[in-house]
């Protein structure tokens, strides 16, 4: 599965990287700051360099074949913490 997570180089987010690629998921990690991209690959997680506030950035650096249109993903029940724009990007 292609994941995209906000806030992967948190407390939360290094494990949940960590963990995701160890299943063979691969991980895209959302990112405001270029400085941060040598960190999220060494985790595992393929930078996306954008502010998740800014929805014209979102859409624009939005990793290829990322849905999150509820007919073509996964429905199981899961906790997400999202910005109302960037389900739109997909």
Do not use: W
């Amino acid at each position: 599965m292609r994941i995209l997570i906000a806030g992967a180089t948190g407390a939360i987010g290094r494990p949940s990287v960590r963990r995701l690629r160890a299943n063979q998921h691969e991980v895209f990690a959302l990112t405001r700051s270029p400085d941060s991209a040598p960190a999220l690959k060494e985790i595992g997680a393929e930078p996306v360099i954008a502010d998740a506030l800014d929805a014209a950035a979102v859409k624009a650096a939005h990793p290829p074949r990322i849905s999150a249109n509820p007919g073509r993903c996964d429905t199981r029940p899961k906790t997400v913490a999202t910005y109302p724009h960037t389900s739109e990007a997909a």
